[in-house]
Every structure is written in C-alpha cells, then in structure tokens.
C-alpha cells in the first residue's frame, strides 16, 4: 500500500499497541518522490528486538540494519542510473538491500583432542561469511567458551558494515572455538582451579556455575570441564581448525583472511599462518596473508596490537573536538578535565586508556570480570599495567579502591564510558542509570536496540562500534597489503627521504646566505654611493649659492640622509638576515656559532668565498641539521648569560629522518578514523539525525555496499 499519508512518527507494532520509534520519519527529510514509496518496516520477527531485554545478538545487527535502510532507501532509488521506471527501480534497490542481511555462509566443525592428561574431548569451531561482495572476507577467530552459531554470525554481519564504514575492501567474517584459552591456574583436589575461581569441597566453582560432580555448569546448562588447556593443546587445536577451515575454503589470501579477537593474539595467528603455508597454500607465494596480527618477523605490521585502542581514541577525538556535538552534550569541546571509565582491561581496553590518558583525560574507574577499582583522583595506566601483570589481576591494586557492586561501576558519574568487554552490557534495565555523557562502543554490540533508544532520549552522545573499534580492521588492510606486496612499509624511501629532507634544508642555507649577502653588500654599496652624491651634490649647490653655508648644510645634509638611509635600508635588512639564518643554521652549534662562520670568520671580499658558498665548502658552511628552535628557546628563558644552545627536539629529528613502517601505519590509521567521521557527521546532518551517529553510519555502510552490488551485478540470478 502507497504510504499517501506519512505519519509524523514511525511507529512499530509491539504485543498489539504501537511504539513509538526511536528513529522518527520527521528525522527524514521529505523528497519530491515521498508519496510514491511505501516506507520500509522493520520485520515483524525483528520487531520484538525494540524492546527485549537481551536480544539474540544477530538479530541486534538486522534491526540496526533495517533502521539504516529506512533512512538510506529513499535516495538510493532516486540516485539510482538506469531507464526503468520508478517502480522498477524501487524493487531493484528492495532486492540488492535484501542480499546484505543474511550470512550467505556459516560453517561449524567437530573435531577430537586428546589432551595430554591422555582424555579425549571433542572441540567444535564456526566461521561466518556474511558477505561476499568484497573479497578477502576480513574477521577475527575468538576462543571463548561463549562462542555459538549467532555470535558469529552477528560478528560476521558486524564485520561487513564496519570494513564498508572506514573504506576498507573487505566483506565481513567472524569465527571462533568453544573453548576457554586460559592456561593460567594450580591444581587441587586433581583438579585445575584458575585464580579467577573459588575451591568449594575441593572441587573448582566457576564465577558462572555450581559444582556437580567434577564438572562445571555454564550459564547455558551446558557441562564445562574446569581442566585447563596447555599451550600444546591449544596449538593442536588452533593448527587442527585452520586446517578444517583450508580444507572448506574458508581461509585464503584472496577467499577470507582472519585475525586475532577475543583470546587469541600473536601466536594463534603465527600457528595458522604457519598451517596454511605448509599445506594447503605451499604453492602460493602469498600464503602468509591468508592471516593478520602476526608477529613482526612472521610478516606483521608495527602498530597492529595497539590499532584498535588507537583507534578508539581517535574515534572519540574526532568528536570531542567538535564543538556542535559537545554543545548538544552539555559540555566543552576537548580532553581537558574529562574523565572516563573503562570496562574491561584487555588489548582494546589497555591501549585505548593509555591513549585517552596521554590526550589529557583522567581515568577515574576500571571495571573487570573479577572485580572493579575506583579513584576520582585518577588511575595511572602504566602501573596498572604493571601491577595486572604481575598479579594477573587489577584486584587489590593500591592506587585505588575496590568498588562494590562491581557491576555498577559504569553508573558512576563520568565524561564518558567505553564499554570494551562483551555484547550486551547496556540494556533497557540498565540504561537510565547511566550518568555519562559519551559512550565509546569499544567492544561490539555493547547496547542493546532498547538501551539505545533510552540514551538517546537522555541526550547521551553514542559513538557506534561499527566506527570506532575499526581501528583493528584498519590495520590489518595495511598488513594484508605488506604480505601482499612482500615489502615493508617504508623501506624503499626511507634513506632518500631523510637525505632530500637534510639536502633541502642545506640548499635553504646556502641560498638564502648566498642572497642575504647579497642584499647586504648591495645596500651598504648603494648607502655609499648615495650619500656621496648627495653630498657632493649639495656641496656644489651649496658653493654656488651661498657659499656660507657650504659647511653647515653639507653636515646637517649627511647626518640626515645617513639616518635615513641607514634605518631604512642597511639595520631591516640585517635583522632579516639574523632572523633567517637564526631559523635555517644548524642544530648542532648555537645560532652566534653559526653566525660567526658566516660573517665573522669568512672575508667576504675573499674571491674564494662565493666560491665556498657555491661549492658548500664544510669548513666554511658546515652540513646543516634539522633542530628546533623553539624548544631550545624555551630551555633558555629564565638563564642569565652564555649562548642560546639550538639542540633538535627528538620528534623533530624523527619527522626529518623520513617516515617509518609505524609512522605510515599511525599516520593511515588516523587519517582513516578522522574522514571517516566526518562522513558520518555529514549523513547524520543530511538526513536530521541529530546525535543518532549510529543509523547514519550504517546508511554509510548500506550505500556503498549497494554501490558495490549494482555496479558489479549479481552472478547467476
């Protein structure tokens, strides 16, 4: 049915009453074509998924989708280039929507371990490919005994809209293995009890379970052995699934590449690249890119463990900075005196305080599985670092106090929350006791569809995941690249760089002494020539006038155009010369030393000198170095007496010495996170979003995917 009549608020059906919407079709602005479409609806089995307390985390990806579509279908239909007539175009446009939404593959795999204790389990693997509209599929492989079908598949559909929201040429996969990695633990009673468990009647409690038996129930109902994995059983069974994946089709350099995620890092990635490389992809030159996050000298990249961290800083930078958003917050645009609290201490979560940390904001709270800290005064990231390390735990660490309930940690009054644990965290239970003014979706899918209508309501600014944890993505694209091109970022121009940048700069030197010099002796020349002729002039003039005043006038004549000509010409022009040579000379010597060579040591009426010049002769023009003037002046004031010593600042002998592989990641990685908010900012303001960033990120990620699919077609429909 034609909507002929557009509602002022899109409203769902929900148990039979209608709910008003958080997205409302007056958030819409109103094209010539209105009245010829009928509105996208949210579908009826997603409807409930408003509202729920704890949705199935797939079924959070399509309604957030479907949200995006409502906003973006609209334009794509009238942008769309092709003679069909309108309604043509509108089933077009419906059609290639409907292909993004369901994974088009999922694979689960069995497999048996026999542990070293000699007992044998069986481990089960998934891998999601949500969309095939770009190759490689990008995504992670997690280890976590939370792992099923959905999760993956949530993940994988995640996946696909974050590598489109940052430009990133991948469609979206996910993958994990029911198991808990953990190695870490002691044994009691035969059984091995990890330090984040209590014993009970010699038999290890899980935080999640009772005991029963010798076994373990998990939250689901499900049997958990407590026997902990060592690091040959987890290799066995990180080669063991890479190899199932190989033997699908689904790990590839061009097919689907994974990465680290949640309890996996460096060494599983080594282990499948290293499976890959010695089977199935032995023949293939570019084998080890069938992975990213490996290390250094397995082919990874500088930067790709703290990318994602990195990246969420600068996801929240890029709109603290931005004094529109901040005025609709209530609060000041920039880091100083901004406090946050952090959920969840892993890779994400460390890199991402330690950024925020070095920004000028204070981290006030910290909140873990096992327990949470709190210090209004703030918390000092490197010696919690230190103290997690050691004790493999932040409980009990003294630069804070324990906080109960742990759990309501993130309801303390803060500038912004970042969520970097598991989905789910925000709920509609939970929601309206959240005091913070920005959130930072640093895990994935920490808010629930209720608890973001709720905090929208409150005026909360939500920095969506499928922006902000892209950092990791972002990377690994440059990764991919490496491993791919078989040459490290860098070290092509790297040595020809530095020596341009220190070649121009003794260029600069030579120039602007040579012209300085120049204009020196040109101007005491012409003062010379000038003040003699107005000399001789008025002499004669003088004497043939009025010979009386032959004497007087010729005095008072050469005192006044000497002044003249001197504070005119001759005193501007060597305070230019001073100030240049001051700016350009060397690092190493002072800029008096520098001076000296220059005009008090070299005769310029030698004939060798131009010649010095020219020829860049060391002992009269020594090599020039970069330095920074203004740091030193800044280490001379408050000194009395001596010479000003012009020493380089050490980031700005790093700037002239040519970038390196981690200043381009860095550099990549920034410029990716910063243009792409701007694109997000521009499509929430097109489309009168207000502070809804999520929506109009994913109407970002739905149009270029649409573009992918009508330009490329669909193959064999």
Not at 419 to 446: F, H, W, Y
Not at 521 to 535: D, K
Request: aromatic share 8%.
């Amino acid at each position: 049915m034609l909507n002929l009549a557009r509602r002022s608020a899109l409203q769902v059906t929900v148990n039979g009453s209608a709910a008003p919407r958080a997205l409302s079709t007056t958030a819409v602005k109103r094209r010539p074509s209105d009245d010829y479409f009928e509105k996208h609806e949210i579908p009826e089995r997603l409807q409930h998924v408003e509202t729920a307390e704890s949705p199935k985390f797939f079924s959070m990806v399509e309604y957030f989708f479907h949200r995006g579509w409502q906003v973006i279908e609209d334009q794509l239909t009238e942008e769309l280039k092709s003679k069909e007539t309108l309604e043509q175009k509108r089933l077009k446009v419906k059609g290639i929507l409907g292909i993004m939404e369901p994974c088009h593959n999922v694979m689960e795999v069995n497999f048996p371990l026999k542990r070293d204790d000699k007992s044998w389990e069986m481990i089960r693997g998934y891998r999601a490919q949500h969309s095939l509209h770009r190759t490689p599929c990008k995504g992670g492989i997690r280890y976590s005994s939370a792992v099923d079908a959905d999760e993956v598949k949530a993940l994988a559909a995640l996946m696909t809209f974050k590598c489109a929201c940052v430009d990133v040429p991948f469609g979206g996969a996910k993958g994990g293995i029911a198991i808990d990695p953990r190695v870490r633990g002691r044994a009691k009673g035969g059984i091995a009890i990890d330090p984040r468990e209590r014993a009970k009647g010699g038999i290890a409690i899980d935080r999640r379970g009772r005991a029963k038996g010798e076994m373990a129930i998990d939250k689901k109902g499900s049997p958990r052995s407590l026997q902990l994995y060592s690091e040959h059983e987890l290799e066995r069974i990180t080669r063991r699934f890479a190899m199932e994946l190989a033997k699908k089709g689904f790990i590839g350099p061009g097919i689907d590449v994974p990465a680290p995620d949640m309890g996996t890092g460096e060494r599983e990635m080594s282990w499948i690249a290293d499976t890959f490389a010695t089977t199935i992809g032995h023949n293939d030159i570019n084998a080890h890119a069938c992975v990213t996050g490996k290390p250094i000298n397995q082919g990874g990249i500088h930067g790709r463990t703290s990318a994602t961290g990195r990246g969420v800083f600068h996801g929240i930078d890029n709109f603290i900075m931005e004094a529109s958003y901040m005025a609709q917050i209530g609060t000041t645009p920039g880091w100083g005196g901004k406090t946050f609290i952090l959920q969840g201490l892993g890779n994400v979560g460390l890199h991402s305080m330690r950024y925020l940390h070095r920004a000028g904001a204070t981290c006030i709270g910290v909140q873990e599985f096992d327990g949470s800290i709190y210090n209004p005064q703030g918390i000092d990231p490197k010696e919690l670092e230190n103290y997690k390390t050691e004790n493999g735990t932040i409980v009990g660490f003294p630069g804070a106090k324990a906080y109960e309930p742990k759990d309501d940690l993130m309801f303390e009054e803060c500038d912004i929350f970042i969520p970097a644990a598991v989905e789910k965290v925000l709920t509609a239970s939970n929601a309206d006791r959240v005091k913070c003014k920005i959130i930072a979706e640093a895990a994935n899918g920490p808010t629930t569809p209720a608890a973001d209508k709720i905090l929208l309501d409150k005026n909360i600014l939500i920095i969506p995941d499928l922006y902000i944890n892209a950092g990791g993505v972002t990377v690994s694209y440059f990764e991919w690249l490496k491993n791919l091109n078989h040459v490290s970022y860098g070290r092509l121009t790297f040595k020809y760089e530095r020596e341009s940048n220190y070649h121009l700069l003794g260029e600069t030197l030579v120039i602007s002494t040579l012209v300085i010099s120049t204009l020196v002796i040109s101007t005491l020349v012409i003062s010379t020539l000038v003040i003699s002729t107005l000399v001789i002039s008025t002499l004669v003039i003088s004497t043939l006038v009025i010979p009386t005043l032959v004497i007087p006038t010729l005095v008072i004549s050469t005192l006044v155009i000497s002044t003249l000509v001197i504070t005119t010409h001759v005193i501007p022009t060597l305070v230019v010369s001073t100030l240049v040579i001051s700016t350009l000379v060397r690092p190493v010597d002072s800029v008096q030393k520098s001076l000296e060579k220059c005009f008090m040591f070299v005769d310029p009426n030698d004939p060798d000198f131009l010649k010095a010049i020219l020829e860049r002769d060391p002992d009269v023009f020594p090599y020039p170095r970069l330095e920074s003037v203004q740091e030193s002046l800044e280490r001379r004031f408050g000194r009395v007496g001596g010479r000003i010593p012009i020493l380089p600042s050490e980031a700005f002998q790093q700037r002239i010495s040519g970038a390196s592989e981690k200043d381009i990641v860095h550099s990549g990685l920034d410029y990716t996170m910063e243009r792409s908010a701007r694109a997000i900012s521009r499509t929430a303001t097109k489309y009168n979003l207000g502070m809804d960033l999520r929506t109009a990120a994913y109407a970002n990620s739905i149009e270029k995917i649409f573009n992918t699919y009508f330009v490329a077609g669909v193959t064999f429909s």
